[in-house]
Every structure is written in C-alpha cells, then in structure tokens.
C-alpha cells in the first residue's frame, strides 16, 4: 500500500476506541509495529496485547512518543493539546486523524462504504458474511466485533474494502468509494448536524467522493434521501433501490429493521453481480450477526434470556423493541437503558420517553457522559418523559447495589432481560448472567 511505504513504526491515540483499534490491527496485518494508548483499559485493549502483540498503555503520556515513530494517528476525540500529539509534533512525525487513515485506505482499495444513521454495523458485517461465503475475501473495519471472526477487522486478499462510514463531525466525508451503501438517514448527533437538512447536506457531499462512475445503494421509498439521491442523479450514479428485496428477504435473525439492514447488503451483491440466491439462502439460515446488535448473552440464574444491544437513539430502541417483541410475543420486556450523551438525550427526550414507556419494566442508569462534561443534575433527565403508570419503573443509582438488588427479583422464563445503550452497559448483562 503506496500510503504506508517507509511506515515500519506507528502509535496510536485512543488505540481503545472500536475503529482505532481495528485499524492497528490494520496495521498490524500490514507488518508495521504499532504502539498505543489510551485511557483505561478494556476487552478491547486486552485483545490488542494478547492477540496481535500491540503494546498497550493506560493513561496518556508524551514519553510514550518516540523518534523511531514514523507516524502518529489520533482519535478525533483526541484535543491537539494532547501531550502525544504534541511529542509527535517536536519529533516531526507525521500525524493524522483516524477519519483521514481509513479515506487513505479507501482511495487504494475497492472500497464498499457502508453509511447510514442507523443499521451500519449490521450491514456491513452481513456483507462481509456474504463475501467471504461467495468467494469474495474482503478486508474490513467494522464498528464492532463480528460474531463469526471474534474480531472488528477481517483480513482479505481481494481488492475490496468494506468499511463503516460514519457521518458524525462529516468524518466520513474522508472516505473515496466505489459503491456507497446509505441504509437510512434520521436526525441524529445534532449537537453537529442541528437539524435533519444539515444532516442531507452531508450526506450530499458524501456522494461527490465516488470514484469512477460510482454506485449507490439505498431505498428509494425513504423521503429523507430525496436530496442524496437526485444529487447522485446528477452525476452518473448507477443507483440500486434495495428497497426491492426487503419483502423477499427472510433473516436467521430477529427484527423487522434487520431485514432492511440484510437488503442493503444484498442491494451490493447485485452491484457486484455475485449470486444473488446463494446470497439469500446464506442471510436466512447462516448469519451468526455482530456484538452489541441484538446479541443473545445468555441466561440468568432463573431462566430468563439476556439480550444486549447497542441502540441509543430512539428509531434503535424502537427497532430493538419491536424485534423482540415480534420474536417473543409471550415474553415481558426488562429494560436496562444507560442514555448516552446529554447532549443527545435532551434532543430527544420525548422520543425517549415515548419508545421507553412500551416496555413492561425499565431501569434507567445515569446518562453516560462520554466526550462531555458530567451534568449530574440531568443524569435522570428521561424520567419525567417516562409513563410510569404503563410498565414497572426504577432508577439506578449504583450499578454495584444494582446487580445485587436485581438478582434477587428472580426473573425467570417468561421475561428478556435487554441491555441497551453506546456506553458500558453491556457489562451489567455479564454480571447477570448465570
């Protein structure tokens, strides 16, 4: 790869973060030695030590910046302020953002982008399935671990690079694509965006990065993607509605959303002229799905299922719900919801209300801060949105008394138990399972 010619040393940023990590494991793949740090330490960082010899450090430091680094490539969480980038800078190391590395990759490969606000992870992990299974060997970074590779990255041999394409601050606008997939566009990340127009306009201007004449995957029944598609329109697409193969698609898989999701990814083998039936038949009896989406867990210690998925806006949550509803009609719902982003949980705070008020019993953790300031006093700001005559209503105080308390509640068989949010709620479902 002409990019990383001469590159034999690189540290990386925020090595912790879903995408900087699949791509030091890009990285990796490619013979080049990688570094790394981040804040605090996780599964994620654990993988990188003990499976691709990635030495890791917790907490930031400048000395962990050396002059043998040929590169520096930083989250875009990452302030420039950051003692790191600022060693790499008195060292004249050539530094990049992490959006800016992956449109590196994306203009020497055949690139797939997968964009969209919702369904993106799903997608290209049911793409990346269905390549490999046709005789496609694709290289990929996913936004989470895929279920049958155990791993956010896929090496391939092929030309083709399947990759999410994520809209928020326009990163993806970094990304060159041979055939662009957009599943869905909502209001979403509008401390950015502010409003659905600016996340069109986005959108918009990602089609104008195609290479060559260009492919576009969408469905063409979405008003939202009016705009998108007429501007692709404009200029030569070749355009897809995979809106055609949503009734004929049948899933492995629970969720009406999910089979959106599967004919997106058909909508690509099409483009590509692979067996569009073997295609099917793989999606309906073989898709094993990605972490975090919709995942089964286990059991608790009385029988009932754990579930955890990664919604944390309200269409996810809505399709989360649905599906489960729709696959275990006789089962209660128990929710444990950890907003994320105050920012977000204010733009939405109805919605929320709304959608979280359909489940049977909720718990409602404190928001999950991330990039922000802690606000403690919002941090239970969805309550009052929250119908507490339709379902069962707690709020989490602490997580540690939490487990204790709702182990001894014994829900059994006839309940889900569902972990949902962007944050580390994840973990609670662990520690519930028997």
Known sequence: MKFLENIKKVHCVGIGGIGMSALAKFLRHHGILVTGSDLVPSSVTDDLRNNYNIDVCIGSNEGHVTAEHDMLIYSPAVPSTNGERMAALDFGIQKFSYPEVLGQISREMKTIAISGTNGKTT???????????????????????????????????????????????????????DILVITNITEDHLDYFKNLQGIQQSFTELVHNKKETGTLVCNKGLKELKPIIEEAQKLGYSIIDYGEYIESTQLSIPGNHNIYNAAAALGVIKALGLSFKEAQEYLHKSFQGAK??????????????????????????????????????????VMLFEPHLYSRTNDFKESFGK?????????????????????????????????????IFNKVLDKEVFISEFTSKKYGTDSIIVTAGAGDIWKIGLNLKK
């Open 123 to 177: 997608t290209s992990t049911m793409l990346v399935e269905l390549l490999k299974h046709l005789g496609v060997d694709p290289t990929a970074i996913i936004g989470e671990y895929l279920q049958k590779y155990n791993s956010n990255f896929v090496a391939g041999q092929s030309e083709y690079f399947v990759t999410e394409a994520c809209e928020y601050k326009d990163s993806f606008l970094n990304i060159h694509h």
């Open 292 to 333: 975090r989406r919709m995942e089964h867990v286990g059991f608790t210690e009385h029988g009932a299922l754990i579930f955890d998925d990664y919604a944390h806006n309200p269409e996810g949550l809505e399709h989360l719900i649905q599906g489960l509803r729709e696959y275990y009609p006789t089962k209660k719902i």
């Open 355 to 391: 959608i979280l008020s359909t489940v049977d019993a909720l718990y409602l953790f404190p928001v999950y801060k991330a990039r922000e300031v802690h606000r403690p006093e919002e941090d239970f700001l969805l309550e009052r949105f929250i119908k507490k005559d339709k379902l």
